[in-house]
């Protein structure tokens, strides 16, 4: 079971540096075609990456939060800024920051316009930006972890 956590440890850690590069893109090329007539498949396939990846480093993290057991919601965790940071904080943050990039995804796909599909996508994606990077338990932060 260690090697296990340790294997998802890395995964998710390491990983959050490809989803980085994935919303930059994204909200990059929603950025700068949203006022153009220019949706292309490719554009709707980098935003349906982008939220795939997502999930599944969603999932990755949840799988480690069961297995590890150790973030149980308490007045001993509450007490331990560390403990809380990662069972309320850094958990919560990523939950919205996924739900938004969904709602996200789903609006662009179902909006009447080119402007409306990138408008979605820059918004919904770029607030799930800002919160991913208040959630990520950056080196300098003191919350134990490292860069990978």
């Not at 990846?53 to 993290?61: E, R």
């Not at 509450?78 to 920051?97: C, G, N, P, Q, W």
Request: hydrophobic share 50%; net charge positive.
């Amino acid at each position: 079971m260690e090697t296990l956590q340790n294997i998802l440890t890395h995964a998710h850690s390491g990983l959050r540096y490809l989803l980085l590069i994935l919303l930059l893109v994204s909200i990059y090329t929603s950025l700068t075609k949203r006022s153009s007539d220019n949706f292309s498949s490719s554009d709707l396939k980098t935003y349906m990456f982008t939220m795939s990846f997502t999930h599944l480093q969603f999932l990755i993290g949840m799988a480690l939060f069961f297995i590890t057991g150790r973030y149980k919601i308490s007045g001993e965790v509450m007490k331990d800024s560390i403990a809380r940071f990662y069972a309320v904080e850094h958990t919560t943050l990523m939950i919205l920051a996924v739900i938004l990039i969904t709602v996200g995804y789903s609006r662009c796909k179902k909006a009447q316009t080119v402007s409306a599909k990138h408008k979605a996508i820059s918004i919904f994606f770029g607030i799930a930006l800002v919160l991913i990077l208040a959630g990520i338990p950056w080196p300098f932060r003191g919350l134990g972890a490292e860069w990978f």
